[in-house]
């Protein structure tokens, strides 16, 4: 009997233990509900997931991670892959989660046809640009009114710092032009939504002063644009602490709204492409690395916090350390652990990290 009781509160105490580390008492949307809104990329997929619970859980916002872009979306002239995108939407507006629109114009994962002209030619202008403002009238329009911030254009800017913009087809074709339309057409075709200009590398000051440029030069134009994107695939080495705030307040002073909108903390140097794949002692995720995460994560909200009135809606680039894009990129076969939750989904100390503060 003795033992029998000892065992149902052994049992019930470890149980306890289980369920506060599956649920922490308060969650992420819980804490920054004054500040911001809590969002995650995810796929269709994930929906069928033990992830799903820490979506409807932790966070108020998603961002479909690939559903929306125009190869998934748009993959022939006459054909919408409407599907996953509309399982993301339908999925969010029955929880009351703000849904952000990525992306309508990227120079990555477009589809074959978008470029391709009369017989074996390449497009001309004219034609691409029709294409375009066809694709943002159907994207826009089918979730006209439930989706609140699209990011309209997408890594624009070029990485070399003597080149201003980024060489794509769509620049080579139609010149700068293409991105003050992109901008006019989604407007029109939502002009509630909000509408973003999203780019990565935004913490170097070269890219950074281009982004603001740009930027500054569509608004004296009168094109309706509202935010800056800031994509945030940083690295427990960077950005410092200075550099984030110099970061901020050069993008606050636009009087922009700012989103973080792909915020991840790789626990590796953001190496080039074709980087070699390291031993097994450079990839082990080391209780260091965990630690300077840890603190890369505090860094980085104790200052989304001090830009608060600027920064309207932070949200993370995949949902646990189950899956991350990181995996195998850019080096093949190396795991990453960049979020806020581990692959078993329980919350990491950076969760802590994140949650540990008064405002
Ligand atoms: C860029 C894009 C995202 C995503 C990431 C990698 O940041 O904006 O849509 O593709 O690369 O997953």
């Known amino acids: 009997m003795k033992q029998h009781l000892f065992m149902l509160i052994a049992g019930s105490m470890l149980s306890l233990v289980v369920q506060s580390q599956t649920t922490p008492a308060v969650t992420l949307k819980e804490k920054y509900a004054s500040s911001f809104t809590m969002g995650v990329a995810i796929s269709p997929r994930a929906l069928r997931t033990p992830e799903r619970q820490l979506i409807e859980t932790q966070f108020s916002g998603v961002t479909a991670e690939n559903a929306m872009k ?11 892959n409407w599907a996953p995108a509309d399982s993301v939407v339908a999925f969010a507006t029955a929880r009351n989660m703000a849904v952000r629109g990525h992306t309508l114009v990227w120079h990555s994962q477009t589809p074959d046809w978008l470029f391709k002209g009369e017989g074996d030619q390449q497009v001309i202008k004219e034609e691409l640009l029709k294409r375009i403002k066809a694709h943002i009238d159907s994207v826009v329009g089918r979730y006209k009114g439930r989706v609140f911030a699209w990011d309209v254009v997408n890594e624009a800017i070029s990485d070399q710092k003597e080149e201003f913009y980024r060489p794509s087809l769509f620049y080579q074709i139609c010149g700068e032009e293409y991105i003050q339309k992109a901008f006019e ?11 973003f200009y999203n780019d990565y590398n935004e913490t170097d000051p ?8 740009m930027v500054n030069e569509l608004r004296a134009k009168g094109v309706p644009i509202h935010g800056i994107g800031l994509q945030a695939h940083w690295s427990i080495f960077s950005p410092s602490a200075e550099v984030l705030d110099q970061t901020l307040s050069d993008f606050s002073k636009t009087g922009l709204t700012l989103h973080i909108t792909e915020l991840d903390v ?6 080039g492409r074709r980087e070699r794949i390291p031993s097994d002692s450079l990839t082990a995720y080391t209780p260091e690395r965990e630690a300077i995460q840890t603190e890369m994560y505090q860094r980085a909200f104790a200052a989304f916090r001090k830009y608060r009135e600027f920064i309207r809606s932070v949200t993370f680039w995949n949902i646990s350390d189950r899956y991350s894009w990181l995996d195998n990129f850019p080096i093949r076969g190396r795991k990453d652990h960049p979020l806020l939750f581990d692959a078993a989904l329980q919350p990491k100390k950076s969760f802590g990290a994140v949650m540990d503060f008064k405002f």
Request: charged share 30%; proline share 8%; aromatic share 8%.
């Open 70 to 80: 125009m190869g998934p979306i748009h993959p022939r002239a006459d054909r919408f």
């Open 185 to 195: 057409w989604a407007h029109a075709a939502d002009p509630s939504a909000l509408l």
């Open 266 to 271: 790789s626990v590796y140097k953001k190496e």
């Open 206 to 213: 070269v890219k950074r002063g281009k982004i603001i440029k």
